[in-house]
T-cell receptor, first 116, second 114 residues
């Protein structure tokens, strides 16, 4: 069975510090994708970054990077130089292949609070 | 800007009174999804349309129905809302299923049941 685990229910981080949000996954699919979404208190889900299982390099998007360790089945999100606006829920999600009907499996989320 | 629009943003209904939530997209995406999200939880997929093909999740209650009259619009109908249906309902779209297809979400419709 496919599963996403986010072990940090909540985190407090000082503004301007780097943040690492943990995500581990379990799948028997050879081809899969990993996504990170941000959800501010307003409710809208905002796509941050994507990593494919066959991508050799870690994905980066501005201040966001994904630390992909395939052998350990982890896909941690790193936010550099955190800002107050980064305070939000962060969800890790995985999409499997055809056998899992391409559906997204979501983690429970991590609530990140940036302190001034 | 191309986007996903949900209406209404806030809906208050009475126990048992039918509700319809709408979603429109200007992205011309093939796939449209409806998720239910309760407080501090991950979103839960209710169903999705792949073009006109409706795909219901096995554990979605019959109380929830959906319509997609054309590519741009999708509706969520809750026939007899119960107190447990109070939640945020998120509409999302993607160009296709699978692979790196990113889901683009609307701002959500927050449903309160009195």
């Amino acid at each position: 069975a496919q599963k996403i685990t986010q072990t940090q229910p909540g985190m407090f981080v000082q503004e301007k510090e780097a943040v690492t949000l943990d995500c581990t996954y379990d799948t028997s699919d050879q081809s899969y994708g990993l996504f990170w979404y941000k959800q501010p208190s307003s409710g809208e889900m905002i796509f941050l970054i994507y990593q494919g299982s066959y991508d050799e390099q870690n994905a980066t998007e501005g201040r966001y990077s994904l630390n992909f360790q395939k052998a350990r089945k982890s896909a941690n999100l790193v936010i550099s130089a955190s800002q107050l606006g980064d305070s939000a829920m962060y969800f890790c999600a995985m999409r499997g292949g055809m056998d899992s009907n391409y559906q997204l499996i979501w983690g429970a989320g991590t609530k990140l609070i940036i302190k001034p | 800007d191309a986007m996903v629009i949900q209406n209404p943003r806030y809906q208050v209904t009475q126990f048992g009174k039918p509700v319809t939530l709408s979603c429109s997209q200007t992205l011309n995406h093939n796939v449209m999804y409806w998720y239910q999200q309760k407080s501090s939880q991950a979103p839960k997929l209710l169903f999705h349309y792949y073009d006109k093909d409706f795909n219901n999740e096995a554990d979605t209650p019959d109380n929830f129905q959906s319509r997609r009259p054309n590519t741009s619009f999708c509706f969520l109908d809750i026939r007899s809302p119960g107190l447990g249906d109070a939640a945020m309902y998120l509409c999302a779209t993607s160009r296709d299923r699978g692979g790196a297809n990113v889901l683009t979400f609307g701002a959500g419709s927050r449903l309160t049941v009195l």
